[in-house]
C-alpha cells in the first residue's frame, strides 16, 4: 500500500482530523488515584494550536491540583510512515522532570495513545498511560488512564472541555 503524502492527508486524513482539535478550551480536570476516590476537581483552561504546518498540535493546560498550580503541554502529531499517533506530555505534577512519550495505531473512531513511565524502585517495575481523546457532544474530553506493571487499568485524571473560541 502506498503511504499517504502530508498533502493528502491534511487535506482528508489523519492530520485534517486532528485540526478539529484546534482552538481555546475551559473546563473541570479530575484527578484520582484509586479507584472510585475522587482526589481532585478543578477548572482547567487550555489552548490548542495547530503548528508547523498542520504537522502537529501543540497542547498547553493550566490548572491546579488542590492548591498546586499545574501547567502541562502535550505536543501531538501522526507519523506518515508508521500510520501512528505520536505525543510527547510534560507537566509540573504527574511527570516531574521527564518526558513522557506515547503512540497509538490510527482507527476510525478515537485518538488513543499508549505509554509507560517508571516507578523509580530498584528493581524498577513500569506503569502503563494510556491517554483517549475524542468528541461527545459539544466537550472534548481527554481521559487518562494508569495501568498497573500486572495490567489492571483505572482511571487517573479526565478533563472535560467545552470550546471558548
Known amino acids: 500500500m502506498e503511504k499517504m503524502s502530508f498533502a493528502i492527508s491534511l487535506e482528508r486524513g489523519k492530520h485534517l482530523d486532528l485540526q478539529s482539535f484546534a482552538g481555546k478550551w475551559k473546563g473541570t480536570s479530575r484527578v484520582w488515584f484509586e479507584p ?7 477548572p482547567i483552561e487550555g489552548t ?3 503548528i508547523l504546518e ?12 488542590k492548591d498546586r498550580e499545574v501547567e502541562g503541554v502535550y505536543m501531538i502529531g501522526f507519523d506518515l510512515q508508521s500510520n501512528q499517533f505520536q505525543v510527547a506530555w510534560v507537566d509540573s505534577f504527574h511527570m516531574s522532570t521527564a518526558i513522557m512519550f506515547s503512540k497509538g495505531n490510527a482507527n476510525d473512531h478515537d485518538f488513543e ?3 509507560s513511565f517508571s516507578d523509580h ?6 506503569w ?4 483517549d481523546m475524542h468528541f461527545e457532544k459539544e466537550e472534548l ?5 494508569m495501568i498497573s506493571p500486572t495490567g489492571q487499568s483505572q482511571i487517573a485524571t479526565e ?7
Open 36 to 42: 472510585d476516590v475522587l482526589a481532585d476537581e478543578s
Open 48 to 50: 490548542i494550536e495547530s
Open 54 to 65: 498542520g504537522r502537529f498540535l501543540l497542547h498547553r493546560y493550566a490548572t491546579q491540583f
Open 113 to 115: 495513545v499508549l505509554g
Open 121 to 126: 524502585q530498584q528493581p524498577p517495575q513500569y
Open 128 to 131: 502503563g498511560w494510556r491517554t
Open 141 to 145: 474530553i481527554i481521559v487518562a488512564y
Open 159 to 165: 478533563i472535560r472541555y467545552h470550546r471558548t473560541t
